[in-house]
């Protein structure tokens, strides 16, 4: 009781525009940081999908919490949206700029969000996808106990050793391609696995979850549970199969002159493996994919619920800051392409909940990005800043979701390629000066490029501001180093310069 109403005066300070890096760490509040990965705008409260999906558990979390329905990646892809939103730095500012960089060799200094909560006398654990899944990504000097994605049910196509050391490469098994495609890669298939549903690896990622809530507590933690689903390959149960009868999926539309007025820089994002878009085209499949996309997402939620089920149940269900965020989108052929990595909307619009104590269950539609995270965390809890972060904090908008942010939504990708979303507009600008802008409010499949058009002149100016002003270089990449995951050591091949990111950093 007494820390309820702890909780409730660290909100009325927040609400009254007050610092709380003063209270006790007793009366803190618990965070449970919810991921789920290539999880585009398809939920039943974004309205994003043409037709129904079946996300209860998503749409109940955002009768209870701030829902931002213009919320964005800070980058396109897994590992530096991922990079970004755990050290609260842009990949402008690191060079973190794709699958291929390892965060914590370049930057081993920085101050996580698990290491930051560490700090601040959280207990501090987490399972799944939270950083990157690769080997190297997930450091154990950030936790105090990790569970490890593993991939347990699929180590068939799992051939590089550098990123998954820990799978044997065993002959594909009978019946794959299970979506009956040939020719599309080593993960791009989707269908039922002859496993149990427990068997799933988000599953049991959740598992833990619940397991931790269902055990005492003696100080406030800070839990991660990262979900797979719905990145490819979508292998989930039948079931989730069955919410989407074949004859009822809506494909989205995909004009085939959409790239005519794109510039050759992004027409370039557009074209990559487009080849598994043919593929797929060629199979008469399309329609197959979507609800297999579909089928992952509602599976994906309901892993989510059995994890707010778990909290609603718990001691800590009035004291728990729940946070539910997707680290990028997702295309199903809008563009003519198949895959993530672009700045249009269908790659960098993402679901973000945030439902804590003593706020308000409300819609905010302004622009907001998942670098925003780290310092909203920091103000609902009561911390000390530390020195980094690219990031603003949302608390006002969760005091009143019409609250005006006074700044649009940056997303980078590679270096020298940007977007800026507002509440109307999206403003491209390629690393060659070429640019793409679209109004919202007429175009909301980003159809028609406007950035020729002199009456925007202004818009594009304003949008244009907001840009990076200074670009990182690209940081060492994975090839510059010798990476040993037992010991959980690298070794920089120039330099010789060793780094362990073994041992639990002590708070």
């Not at 601040?120 to 997930?138: D, E, L, W």
């Not at 106990?145 to 490469?169: A, I, T, V």
């Not at 619920?305 to 052929?333: F, M, Q």
Request: proline share 8%; hydrophobic share 35%.
């Amino acid at each position: 009781m007494m820390r309820r109403l702890g909780q409730a005066f660290v909100a009325f300070l927040l609400f009254a525009g007050f610092s709380v890096s003063g209270f006790s760490v007793a009366d803190r509040p618990n965070v449970l940081f919810l991921a789920v990965d290539d999880m585009k705008d398809w939920v039943n409260c974004l309205g994003g999908y043409e037709g129904t999906v079946h996300t209860p558990n998503i749409d109940r979390l955002a009768k209870r919490g701030i829902l931002f329905t213009n919320a964005h990646c800070p980058s396109p892809k897994c590992a530096p949206s991922r990079s970004a939103i755990m050290t609260g730095l842009r990949s402008s500012s690191t060079g973190l700029y794709d699958n291929n960089h390892w965060w914590y060799p370049n930057w081993p200094e920085v101050v996580t969000l698990p290491v930051h909560f560490r700090k601040h006398g959280y207990q501090v654990v987490g399972s799944g996808k939270i950083f990157h899944h690769t080997a190297g990504n997930n450091p154990p000097n950030q936790w105090d106990y990790f569970e490890r994605f593993l991939f347990r049910n699929d180590p068939w196509f799992r051939g590089s050793k550098l990123n998954y050391p820990w799978s044997r490469h065993t002959p594909y098994p009978r019946g794959f391609p299970f979506g009956g495609v040939l020719g599309l890669g080593h993960e791009n298939d989707w269908g039922i696995l002859p496993i149990s549903d427990a068997d799933h690896d988000d599953a049991r990622s959740a598992d833990y979850a619940i397991g931790f809530l269902q055990q005492k507590q003696d100080k406030p933690f800070f839990l991660a549970c990262g979900l797979f689903r719905p990145h490819l390959p979508w292998y989930v149960p039948k079931k989730f199969f069955d919410l989407y009868p074949l004859a009822e999926v809506k494909v989205p539309e995909s004009p085939l002159d959409d790239l005519d007025d794109v510039p050759p820089a992004g027409r370039k994002f557009a074209a990559a493996r487009r080849s598994d878009l043919v593929t797929i085209r060629k199979s008469g499949k399309i329609r197959e994919s979507v609800q297999s996309y579909l089928a992952s997402i509602s599976f994906a939620d309901a892993q989510l619920g059995r994890v707010l089920n778990a909290l609603d149940i718990s001691p800590y269900a009035e004291e728990t800051i729940v946070i539910l965020w997707s680290d990028h989108g997702w295309h199903l052929g809008e563009k003519q392409h198949w895959h993530k990595s672009t700045l249009w909307e269908e790659a960098t619009r993402v679901p973000l909940i945030i439902s804590a104590p003593g706020f308000s269950a409300g819609i905010c539609k302004q622009p907001v990005n998942l670098i925003d995270l780290y310092p909203t965390l920091n103000d609902l809890c009561g911390f000390s800043s530390p020195a980094q972060l690219d990031g603003t904090s949302l608390v006002p908008q969760l005091r009143h979701p019409l609250t005006k942010r006074g700044r649009p939504s940056v997303t980078e990708f590679r270096k020298g390629n940007a977007s800026v979303r507002s509440e109307r507009w999206r403003y491209i600008r390629y690393a060659d000066g070429s640019e793409e802008l679209y109004d919202h409010a007429s175009d909301p499949n980003e159809w028609m490029n406007l950035k020729g058009e002199p009456e925007h002149a202004s818009v594009k100016q304003n949008l244009a501001s907001w840009l990076p002003k200074f670009w990182a270089d690209p940081a060492l990449s994975k090839q510059a180093f010798e990476f040993d995951p037992k010991t959980y050591t690298w070794r920089n091949k120039k330099t010789q310069l060793k780094l362990s990111g073994a041992n639990l950093a002590k708070p």
